[in-house]
C-alpha cells in the first residue's frame, strides 16, 4: 500500500462557508434499483464549493491554508481576500500559505495568480483553463496536471475580438483557445497522486467503488465474454461491453462536432 503525505497540509478545518453537504445516488435510481453498476458504499464527505470562475478581480489576497479535498484529486487553498471575502481555489504546486494571489486581466506571473491567456508567456504551463470567455475553469484541472501555453494564433473569431493561443493539453492534444479565456499559472498540486496503490480491497470500497466482476467469470446471459469450461478465450474479434458495445481501437468522438475546428493536433496515443 501506498499513500499521501499529509504532512505539508494545514490543520485548518473546512470553511463552513464554502461547505455544504453532499447526496449521491451511488448508481441507483428513484426505486433503489442499480443502474450504474459497481458503484455504492464509500465514505461521507463534505462538498466544498470552489471558485472555478475567480471573478474577483485586482482584489489581492492571501493563501491562509492547503487543505485536502476528498471530492477531487489535487489539494485545495482556502483564500482571504483583502475585502474580507474567503473562497476555496485549486491549488498549485509550490503555492504555500501566507503567499498573496490575485486575478487581473495582466497580473504577476506567480503560481496561483489568475489572468488572461492572451497576457501569459509562451512556455508556461498553466490550469483551470476556460473554454469560453466567462464560462469560468472548465479543463485541466486534476491533481499535477497542466497545460503548456505555445504560441499566440493571429486568427480572428467572427465578432472581430482577440486572436486564440494555442495549448498544449495534458493529453498532448494541441488545442485553440481564445486569449480572452482566464487560466490561472502553474502545475496542480499532489503530482503524486498517480503513483497511489490502494493495497487493499477495502480501501476502493471507501472511495464508493464496489467489486467489478470479470466478464469471462460470468454467463453467456450476462456478459458476451461468459461461459465455456475452464478458462476460455472471449470468443469474440472485437472487446466488447457487457451490453454488446464495441470497445477498443473505436473511435468515439462525433465527427461533427463544432468543436473540432480549435483542435489541431489530436492526442498521441
Same mark, same amino acid.
Given at each position: 500500500?501506498?499513500?499521501?503525505?499529509?504532512?505539508?497540509?494545514?490543520?485548518?478545518?473546512?470553511?463552513?462557508?464554502?461547505?455544504?453537504?453532499?447526496?449521491?445516488?451511488?448508481?441507483?435510481?428513484?426505486?433503489?434499483?442499480?443502474?450504474?453498476?459497481?458503484?455504492?458504499?464509500?465514505?461521507?464527505?463534505?462538498?466544498?464549493?470552489?471558485?472555478?470562475?475567480?471573478?474577483?478581480?485586482?482584489?489581492?489576497?492571501?493563501?491562509?491554508?492547503?487543505?485536502?479535498?476528498?471530492?477531487?484529486?489535487?489539494?485545495?487553498?482556502?483564500?482571504?481576500?483583502?475585502?474580507?471575502?474567503?473562497?476555496?481555489?485549486?491549488?498549485?504546486?509550490?503555492?504555500?500559505?501566507?503567499?498573496?494571489?490575485?486575478?487581473?486581466?495582466?497580473?504577476?506571473?506567480?503560481?496561483?495568480?489568475?489572468?488572461?491567456?492572451?497576457?501569459?508567456?509562451?512556455?508556461?504551463?498553466?490550469?483551470?483553463?476556460?473554454?469560453?470567455?466567462?464560462?469560468?475553469?472548465?479543463?485541466?484541472?486534476?491533481?499535477?496536471?497542466?497545460?503548456?501555453?505555445?504560441?499566440?494564433?493571429?486568427?480572428?473569431?467572427?465578432? *472581430?475580438?482577440?486572436?486564440?493561443?494555442?495549448?498544449?493539453?495534458?493529453?498532448?492534444?494541441?488545442?485553440?483557445?481564445?486569449?480572452?479565456?482566464?487560466?490561472?499559472?502553474?502545475?496542480?498540486?499532489?503530482?503524486?497522486? *498517480?503513483?497511489?496503490?490502494?493495497?487493499?480491497?477495502?480501501?476502493?470500497?471507501?472511495?464508493?467503488?464496489?467489486?467489478?466482476?470479470?466478464?469471462?467469470?460470468?454467463?453467456?446471459?450476462?456478459?458476451?465474454?461468459?461461459?465455456?469450461?475452464?478458462?476460455?478465450?472471449?470468443?469474440?474479434?472485437?472487446?466488447?461491453?457487457?451490453?454488446?458495445?464495441?470497445?477498443? *481501437?473505436?473511435?468515439?468522438?462525433?465527427?461533427?462536432?463544432?468543436?473540432?475546428?480549435?483542435?489541431?493536433?489530436?492526442?498521441?496515443?
Amino acid at each position: 500500500m501506498k499513500g499521501y503525505d499529509f504532512g505539508l497540509l494545514s490543520k485548518a478545518t473546512p470553511l463552513k462557508s464554502a461547505t455544504k453537504g453532499l447526496k449521491r445516488s451511488w448508481g441507483r435510481n428513484n426505486k433503489g434499483r442499480i443502474t450504474s453498476k459497481y458503484r455504492g458504499g464509500g465514505n461521507k464527505r463534505l462538498y466544498r464549493e470552489i471558485d472555478f470562475k475567480q471573478t474577483k478581480l485586482n482584489v489581492p489576497g492571501k493563501v491562509f491554508s492547503i487543505e485536502y479535498d476528498p471530492n477531487r484529486t489535487t489539494r485545495i487553498a482556502r483564500i482571504n481576500y483583502a475585502d474580507g471575502d474567503k473562497r476555496y481555489i485549486l491549488a498549485p504546486q509550490d503555492l504555500k500559505a501566507g503567499d498573496e494571489v490575485v486575478a487581473a486581466e495582466k497580473a504577476p506571473l506567480r503560481p496561483g495568480n489568475r489572468m488572461k491567456l492572451k497576457n501569459i508567456p509562451q512556455g508556461l504551463m498553466v490550469h483551470n483553463i476556460e473554454l469560453r470567455p466567462g464560462q469560468g475553469g472548465k479543463i485541466v484541472r486534476s491533481a499535477g496536471s497542466g497545460a503548456t501555453v505555445l504560441a499566440s494564433s493571429p486568427r480572428q473569431d467572427g465578432r *472581430g475580438k482577440a486572436g486564440y493561443v494555442q495549448l498544449i493539453m495534458p493529453s498532448s492534444e494541441t488545442r485553440m483557445i481564445s486569449g480572452e479565456s482566464y487560466a490561472s499559472m502553474g502545475q496542480l498540486s499532489n503530482m503524486e497522486h *498517480g503513483s497511489i496503490v490502494f493495497g487493499k480491497a477495502g480501501k476502493t470500497r471507501w472511495l464508493g467503488r464496489r467489486p467489478k466482476v470479470r466478464g469471462t467469470a460470468m454467463n453467456p446471459v450476462d456478459h458476451p465474454y461468459g461461459g465455456g469450461e475452464g478458462r476460455q478465450g472471449r470468443g469474440t474479434r472485437r472487446p466488447k461491453t457487457a451490453q454488446g458495445k464495441i470497445t477498443g *481501437g473505436r473511435k468515439t468522438r462525433n465527427k461533427k462536432k463544432k468543436s473540432s475546428i480549435f483542435i489541431l493536433r489530436r492526442r498521441i496515443k
